[in-house]
């Protein structure tokens, strides 16, 4: 059985700080693997995916993530973060012969304070 | 605009009752997805739907039903069998081209509560 870890389910930064939201799969064949962000009350929209190529993606709002398949993680970082950045966070994973259908890990909050 | 358009974003409802979640979509996406989603576990998938006219159950599917008879809906009905219906509700599509590598685009969900 395929599963997703979101390693912490909170993380406090300040404004400008750097951040690094962890993720590890664990599935025995490969995978896509993706990082979504959810604003209070509202749906899920796409940071960044990994379906190939360069093992590191860009995303939007200035998120990169590495997947690093020998430890099966997919990390999101963001080198300065923003009050705006403040939101929920979700990695998830889509097996490579499995359809659409998506993984998720528990989520991780993140709290940017001033 | 295209988009996922969830309705109402607010719902309530009396212990017994069965009600109906609405999901349209004007992306021309073949597949459709309901996730239900709970304070610290992510988002868990009830039913999907590759097709018109089919849709397969997810690990969580036991008291929802759902059709697909049009491409662009995909209704959820939360029957009075769920134990526990209090949740917010995402719906989502993507391409489904075959390529496996497409991406699911959500709506902006329905919080369900359950008086």
Same mark, same amino acid.
């Given at each position: 059985a395929q599963s997703v870890t979101q390693l912490d389910s909170q993380v406090p930064v300040f404004e400008e700080a750097p951040v690094e939201l962890r993720c590890n799969y664990s599935s025995s064949v490969s995978v896509y693997l993706f990082w979504y962000v959810q604003y209070p009350n509202q749906g899920l929209q796409l940071l960044l995916k990994y379906l190939? =190529?360069?093992t590191l993606v860009k995303g939007i709002n200035g998120f990169e993530a590495e997947f690093n398949k020998s430890q099966t993680s997919f990390h999101l970082r963001k080198p300065s973060v923003h009050i705006s950045d403040t939101a929920e966070y979700f990695c998830a994973v889509r097996r490579?012969?499995? =359809? =659409?259908k998506l993984i998720f890990g528990q989520g991780t909050e993140l709290s940017v304070k001033p | 605009d295209g988009g996922i358009t969830q309705s109402p974003k607010y719902l309530f409802r009396k212990e017994g009752q069965n009600v109906t979640l609405s999901c349209e979509q004007n *992306? +021309?996406?073949d597949a459709m997805y309901w996730y239900r989603q709970d304070p610290g576990q992510g988002l868990r998938l009830i039913y999907y739907s590759q097709i018109v006219n089919d849709f397969q159950k997810g690990d969580i599917a036991e008291g929802y039903s759902v059709s697909r008879e049009k491409k662009e809906s995909f209704p959820l009905t939360v029957t009075s069998?769920?134990? +526990?219906?209090t949740a917010f509700y995402l719906c989502a599509s993507s391409i489904?081209?075959? *390529?496996?590598t497409d991406t699911q685009y959500f709506g902006p969900g329905t919080r369900l509560t359950v008086l």
């Amino acid at each position: 059985a395929q599963s997703v870890t979101q390693l912490d389910s909170q993380v406090p930064v300040f404004e400008e700080a750097p951040v690094e939201l962890r993720c590890n799969y664990s599935s025995s064949v490969s995978v896509y693997l993706f990082w979504y962000v959810q604003y209070p009350n509202q749906g899920l929209q796409l940071l960044l995916k990994y379906l190939s =190529g360069s093992t590191l993606v860009k995303g939007i709002n200035g998120f990169e993530a590495e997947f690093n398949k020998s430890q099966t993680s997919f990390h999101l970082r963001k080198p300065s973060v923003h009050i705006s950045d403040t939101a929920e966070y979700f990695c998830a994973v889509r097996r490579y012969n499995q =359809g =659409g259908k998506l993984i998720f890990g528990q989520g991780t909050e993140l709290s940017v304070k001033p | 605009d295209g988009g996922i358009t969830q309705s109402p974003k607010y719902l309530f409802r009396k212990e017994g009752q069965n009600v109906t979640l609405s999901c349209e979509q004007n *992306l +021309n996406h073949d597949a459709m997805y309901w996730y239900r989603q709970d304070p610290g576990q992510g988002l868990r998938l009830i039913y999907y739907s590759q097709i018109v006219n089919d849709f397969q159950k997810g690990d969580i599917a036991e008291g929802y039903s759902v059709s697909r008879e049009k491409k662009e809906s995909f209704p959820l009905t939360v029957t009075s069998a769920q134990k +526990n219906p209090t949740a917010f509700y995402l719906c989502a599509s993507s391409i489904d081209d075959g *390529l496996r590598t497409d991406t699911q685009y959500f709506g902006p969900g329905t919080r369900l509560t359950v008086l």
